[in-house]
């Protein structure tokens, strides 16, 4: 698993990206719509290649919604990876989510 990636080191750098790249680039900049962008997405999916990962050319600021479509789209063509900074999937159906209910205990 790669999820120790996006530990505090993380935090510290994704907020300063943001704050260098408040404005989404992703579908609403070529809208020409001004989002404040919340997520910093990897262009290239790292999978675990800290090159990659810290690359910050690599790097987008995107809004949540536009963040959400990348991943669908990602989805569709193989396997997602995306969750909330509290570590919840972004994806409604996702298992993690599902199996919270009907669980007698
Ligand atoms: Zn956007």
């Known amino acids: 698993m790669a999820s120790t990636l996006y530990g505090y080191k993380w935090k510290k750098a994704r907020a300063k990206f943001l704050k260098e790249h408040p404005v989404c680039e992703g579908v609403c900049k ?42 669908q789209r990602l989805e569709k063509s193989g396997t997602v990876t995306g969750c909330t900074e509290s570590g919840v999937p972004l994806d409604p159906n996702h298992h993690w989510v599902k199996s919270k209910r009907g669980k007698g205990g």
């Open 30 to 71: 070529e809208d020409g719509r001004v989002a404040a962008a919340s997520v910093v997405d990897h262009v290239i999916p790292h999978r675990g290649d800290l090159e990659l990962f810290w690359d910050r050319s690599n790097w987008q600021a995107l809004c949540k919604s536009c963040h959400d479509r990348h991943k």
